[in-house]
């Protein structure tokens, strides 16, 4: 932590570098997705845990808000009890694990490749049709 403080984990197994076609598969068998970021602009692996139908736990920050409010549960990521509370009440909780990783599966669609492809084009469309115009 950034006072030094730090924290076993004995059941966790680093499983470094993973080849991409995997990662899917790693993130589907995870319980809870956690991420305690304080700064995040998008968060690739929140989405891949998303698109795994791994429920989601965030820290309550504005780009997480934005982008799964409604399809994840929010801790204040200043306070480790919140933090735990929310680990805690979907451990003990198989059906709103399986309703949260359903949402978050859901939500994960709005970002697909073909979808950011198709809204990209319309932006290059109308820069182009603007520029025709101003000519």
Request: charged fraction near 20%; proline fraction near 6%; hydrophobic fraction near 40%.
């Amino acid at each position: 932590g950034p006072d030094g403080q730090h924290v076993g984990f004995s059941h966790a197994v680093p499983v470094g570098p993973v080849p991409h076609e995997e990662v899917r598969s790693l993130m589907a068998r995870a319980g809870i997705f956690v991420s305690p970021s304080l700064y995040e602009p998008f968060g690739l692996a929140t989405l891949e845990a998303a698109m795994s139908a791994t429920p989601l736990v965030l820290a309550d920050i504005s780009t997480y808000r934005e982008l799964w409010d409604g399809a994840a549960l929010f801790y204040n990521a200043r306070d480790p009890g919140d933090l735990a509370s929310c680990i805690n009440g979907l451990c003990s909780d198989a059906q709103r694990r399986r309703e949260l990783g359903e949402a978050a599966a859901r939500r994960s669609r709005r970002f697909s490749l073909a979808r950011q492809a198709t809204a990209m084009r319309g932006v290059y469309d109308k820069a182009a049709l603007a520029t025709m115009a101003d000519s």
